[in-house]
């Protein structure tokens, strides 16, 4: 059950691999308007995991452009199988998008802004960068990666920013040490961050620590990035006899709705909340993946956002649909 989503049809113009395991795509949508989109913008694009239909959410790189919209899709290992879907299409594919929505909201009357991305999450920060620079505003980015050769649009960055590019690549021992790098940030910066949910976790404790308002930390997320490997785990349903099989590559969310067990949903990236669930019962560990939930009502684990959290083991749920009501 989902509120507002208009469905466009576009054209996979061409892709580009980036860096070793990074592809950027151009979609062009069949009616495109190509006025400017909010910084952080996303889209959905529709894809197809075996044989079924499923919705993956991706950044927008950089700002608007006459050609169409760009995003940047990484290969990943523990892939829930969107990442396979958008790998295997070659240009002139037809594909259905939702128009550019963006959930991260800028100040930009700030006289300082620091940027962090980890890994992929470069891609929504690009554009922030290049909307930044053009306003002519203090601003440093922090680039954390692997290494340099495995990274997506470095040498676009450097030309861009110059030494406001910091580039953290562990393999040259340059880890971002946050609680170091927000301790000296002057009040008053606003940051914009994105990258995987373990680096989340870490920067809001380290901008917590270094005395700066959590709403000055603005971040974008990948929805799908977790502390435990995505792997398959079981979901039974309080007060029936039902026990659903959650697979690796599909949601806890499309699994319920699938099965007839109508959980009201949005985002699906772990920010509205509105697709929360109460837990009775973990056997097992819950993967918390939201960014909705705090810290405390994580570890409480008496809630589970169903599009994006996952678990091991076996989890017990409470979807209020009781089964003389289906
Ligand atoms: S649908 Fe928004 S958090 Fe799950």
């Known amino acids: ?55 993956r959410s991706y950044s927008l790189v950089g700002e608007a452009s006459s050609h169409g919209f760009k995003i940047a899709v990484r290969r990943a290992d523990d892939s829930r199988g969107g990442s396979r879907y958008m790998w295997q299409l070659a240009p002139g594919a037809r594909l259905d998008i939702t128009q550019p929505a963006s959930l991260l909201a800028v100040d930009w009357s700030r006289e300082s802004y620091c940027l962090i991305a980890g890994g992929i999450g470069i891609t ?51 880890r971002l040490d946050l609680g170091a ?62 026990e659903l099989e959650i697979p690796r590559e599909r949601s806890m969310l499309d699994v319920l709705n699938a099965s007839g067990h109508d959980v009201m949903y949005d985002c699906k990236r772990g920010e509205c909340g ?5 837990v009775v019962e973990v056997d097992g560990e819950i993967d918390h993946r939201d960014v909705f939930f705090s810290d405390h009502q994580k570890e409480c684990n008496q809630k589970i956002c169903a599009c994006v959290s996952r678990a091991r083991g076996t989890i017990t749920v409470d979807t209020l649909l009781r089964a003389d009501a289906v």
């Not at 989902?2 to 069949?30: K, M, N, Y």
């Not at 509105?274 to 109460?278: P, S, V, W």
């Open 1 to 55: 059950m989902r509120f507002i989503e208009t469905w466009i049809p576009a054209t996979l113009v061409s892709t580009r691999d980036i860096a070793p395991g990074i592809r950027e795509f151009l979609i062009r949508p069949d009616q495109f308007d190509a006025t400017a989109y909010p910084v952080g913008s996303h889209i959905n694009v529709s894809v197809t995991i075996d044989g079924l239909p499923e919705t």
């Open 124 to 174: 929504p920060i690009l554009g922030a960068a290049q909307a930044l620079v053009r306003r002519g505003v203090d601003i440093t980015l922090h680039y954390a990666m692997r290494s340099r050769a495995e990274a997506a649009y470095l040498d676009d960055l450097a030309g861009m920013l110059g030494d406001r590019l910091v580039v953290h690549a562990s393999d040259e021992g340059q």
């Open 181 to 242: 790098l927000f301790a000296l940030l002057r009040q008053g910066t606003l940051s914009l961050f994105c990258g995987p949910m373990r680096m989340l976790d870490a920067a809001r404790h380290a901008w917590i620590g270094a005395g700066h308002p959590l709403p000055d930390l603005r971040y974008e997320t990948f929805g799908s990035s977790g502390t435990l490997p995505t792997e398959p785990f079981r979901v039974r349903l309080k007060g029936s006899n039902v």
């Open 274 to 278: 509105l697709c929360a669930i109460d």
